[in-house]
T-cell receptor
Framework: GAVVSQHPSWVICKSGTSVKIECRSL??????MFWYRQFPKQSLMLMAT?????????EQGVEKDKFLINHASLTLSTLTVTSAHPEDSSFYIC????????????FGSGTRLTVV | EDKVVQSPLSLVVHEGDTVTLNCSYE??????LLWYKQEKKAPTFLFML????IEKKSGRLSSILDKKELSSILNITATQTGDSAIYLC???????????FGKGTRLHILP
């Protein structure tokens, strides 16, 4: 159990276009999902906390108008990178917390975004 | 500001060696400390440590938390090439239900 599906796994887009990344919890309800960004050879940087039915909470330095997060249901959160630029190229990972005995987080498989 | 610091940042050892990875944390409303292994894509969960001084083991991996020193170690004995990965330590913030990652230790096991 506790599977998180992230789609697409990779995407290439042109500068100026927008890209949507989906994160779904397949077998549990995730009231909270998290979005991370990872640069090459660096750690995961928390971008925002996505709460079902309310506005996302963004970490300091993350542009909320650029990285639009929607958490419309208990099993789906989306991250839209708007007006993408080459510097937005990165690895984006979502995760969902499930309150089980381990309190571990389940991560999606990540999305490699390349903006050309 | 909450932060998690890992050391060393990178480590190269020979197969069969034992390694110890370090993690220190300064996290308000600390709840627990998490260890993850990241290979090609998303991190995979290794341990969650909540109580100080209690060792958790999984095969050749073990970890322990020291709340007095605000630190944790991850030990890997009899290392294998398949242990090569980035090992991430994270502090779990109780208030916000979020986790703060360290920069990771890049471990490379030579055959």
């Amino acid at each position: 159990g506790a599977v998180v599906s992230q789609h697409p796994s990779w995407v290439i887009c042109k500068s100026g276009t927008s890209v949507k990344i989906e994160c779904r919890s397949l077998d549990f309800q995730a009231t909270t999902m998290f979005w991370y960004r990872q640069f090459p050879k660096q750690s995961l940087m928390l971008m925002a906390t996505s709460n079902e039915g309310s506005k996302a909470t963004y970490e300091q330095g993350v542009e909320k108008d650029k990285f639009l997060i929607n958490h419309a249901s208990l099993t789906l959160s989306t991250l839209t990178v708007t007006s993408a630029h080459p510097e937005d190229s990165s690895f984006y990972i979502c995760s969902a917390s499930r309150r089980n005995t381990n309190y571990g987080y389940t991560f999606g498989s990540g999305t490699r975004l390349t903006v050309v | 500001e909450d932060k998690v610091v890992q050391s060393p940042l990178s480590l190269v050892v020979h197969e069969g060696d034992t390694v110890t990875l370090n993690c220190s944390y300064e996290v308000t409303n600390f709840r627990s400390l998490l260890w993850y292994k990241q290979e090609k894509k998303a991190p995979t969960f290794l341990f969650m440590l909540t109580s100080s001084g209690i060792e958790k083991k999984s095969g050749r991996l073990s970890s322990i938390l020291d709340k007095k020193e605000l630190s944790s170690i991850l030990n890997i004995t009899a290392t294998q090439t398949g242990d090569s990965a980035i090992y991430l330590c994270a502090g779990y913030v109780n208030r916000d239900d979020k986790i703060i990652f360290g920069k990771g230790t890049r471990l490379h096991i030579l055959p």
